[in-house]
């Protein structure tokens, strides 16, 4: 679904929660294949089995891309991506753990370079099961501005 | 193959680049399915092609998961990945266009809450067939001190 | 999203129009390889080249479940789908083809078996990229009703 | 395997039955991916746990797209595929469940629009472990007539 | 379908030839993703435009796994398979060709240590649009004795 | 990694062992799908529960491609793959079994054909994590001579 929004529209505070997944040992195994990185960490479960985490963990650029794919339920068509900062791998995600991504507008900040937009910056936290954060970020949004649009 | 290197092992200004990779539509079609995000951007042609863009341009998320899987080649028992600052998206990439990464050792900063350790950061540039810079960030490696191991 | 709706707040007449999606090789090999059907049809250029179509046509089975997956965008938990009527294979489809999936209200029926609630009928159509219809079918939507929530 | 049969080599209340094949947590991954169809019915096994259903519940879709796959064991070339009528989701299908389909030709009826074939209805139902009947549908299968073929 | 056939019912020379299946750049990613072999000959198009063969192959374990798996269309229930000889990797297969699998039963031997079957040599030969061998192997099917189970 | 060796500074006795890899549910779905080999030994758990092996097995083609795949981690520009000999499926592998390739340089031979190579051929062996031998296999491997190249 399209939904646009000006930059004044969204208000500092708002929070977006999405559906949740479950991710599974199916969801290893494609990443790896995606992305080649066969890491024991992530494909042995004998080795992990004995390692301090008690079983394969999760890549941390999975659950970066499942996370932010969580949130691509509407599109605004006044908006695009400008890139990430701060990304963390705060927990492990295990198979079976079932994650959720939360979005918060957090700050505003005008744009040297593009006087007709904005930088939104939005605090994404991927949660597990048990609301535990185990990734976190920060969006940057680069969000037209109604006041030119409207000029 | 496992390479063990400590920080003081690993010298500033290192530089290591991984194989090509060709992303193909497949890919595509991977990503969208593996993180839920069907946005038109990525799959729809027609409507791409009246874009700016003049097609179909990769999830940025895609691009990152396999830059960075590109480089999974040899691992650190000695290290592991604390996280990314700095992500961007420089320039789309489209179906058939080859990346490699690159990835430079750029400086060392003691880590206040590992004293046994240190963080290396290191410059990651994804480049596309034409030696264009598609996607760029900042690793933050944490890598154990040998004057530690030996003391 | 949730959108919670009762059958008396869908109009008849109502149209749902989704996003556009291109059916790529990619699905065709991914469809064969999820239901075992690899058929010439489906997987053989130099068969079907020479054959009435021209080339490899798509899978009925794939049509209509990327049709119906490309609505599932928003959920309605006071309905639950009750099954398809009249599904018909109305062109082919080929590699690069993009279709996109149009849902009407077409009627509503009381269901015996379930006072609380109604059926809706929908007129499901998947069109390719020249607005033809190539799959069409109907839904039978069970919706609960308001009138029997309220009393 | 190719095996041409006109129409009246088709007998009324001739049955085929397939192998069976297990429905696992990774069909319903690739259904997801395959459709774009995330909805927590089929993919959070926390939500699930809690629902009526104990648990995630295979997509309408797939069971229909299996279970009419795994027919697709030999080719009739004087046949095609006209269409389904009456597709029902009669029980959920679990991971773990396995499935087989059974066909059993039912009935045939002449085709005004065309003189040079018939149409043969074949009652499809797909049964678990338990020979359940979990989805049932009639396939229209257009088949060539002999005595035409024959003139 | 199940299709059992004594050792004695199997003639020498009988030929057994399978659909075609074009072998798609979608392959080349799956199988570079299920077995973790991302090495540049299969993945990276613009290394492969300049080299000898000017454009990706194969991997030598798709085409065999593949021509195996194409013959998988009745099953024996009175042999296994035991193993494969003189496996060749003849010319190389690009993106767009379409191979099929032709099998002729080679000999047959007596199997010391099975007295109650023996075993069958296969022919195998993958050939691709042009009728080239593109792979050659000899499979060893150890299949029970007619006279045996009559006894 | 590129690793160039002649024929030469390849010793006999040579061993090389590759990181482990669990093989999943996952791999059986994916393995069928992408070679069409849905045979119930290895895709319906309710047959094979009442067979002699207890559950379903991995396809042989699985395991070599895997196993081969394994040992995909440096590429000897000097070497290319020729065949593979005595190719043995000597014991069945379960969902959940954790596999790793051994292979062991055994012996040289010069090769009339190409007298700047010679044949090296390399015992292959998958093991599983009680150490069992699951799949053996001869590769052989025609790599350039250094005397030749000197010359």
């Given at each position: 679904m399209e939904r646009p929004r000006y930059l004044e529209e969204i208000e500092i505070g708002e929070v977006r929660e999405t559906y949740g997944r479950?991710?599974?040992?199916?969801?290893?195994?494609?990443?790896a294949g995606h992305t080649g990185d066969f890491f024991?960490?992530?494909?042995?479960?004998?080795?992990?089995?004995?390692?301090?985490?008690?079983?394969?963990?999760?890549?941390?650029?999975?659950?970066?891309?499942i996370g932010v794919g969580l949130t691509a339920t509407e599109i605004n068509p006044l908006a695009f991506s400008y890139g990430y900062d701060r990304l963390r791998f705060v927990r492990p995600v295990f198979i079976g753990d079932t994650i959720r991504t939360r979005i918060t507008a957090a700050?505003?900040?005008?744009?040297?370079?593009?006087?007709?937009?904005?930088k939104l910056f939005e605090t994404?936290?991927?949660?597990?099961?048990?609301?535990?954060?185990?990734?976190?970020?920060?969006?940057?949004?680069?969000?037209?501005?109604?006041?030119?649009?409207?000029?």
């Open positions: 479950t991710i599974t040992e199916t969801d290893f195994v494609v990443h024991p960490h992530h494909m042995d479960a004998e080795f992990m089995a004995k390692s301090e985490f008690g079983g394969r963990i999760a890549h941390g650029t999975m659950i970066f891309a700050r505003k900040e005008d744009d040297p370079k593009r006087p007709q937009s904005g994404v936290q991927v949660l597990n099961q048990r609301d535990e954060v185990v990734l976190a970020c920060e969006h940057i949004y680069v969000v037209q501005k109604k006041e030119v649009a409207a000029a």
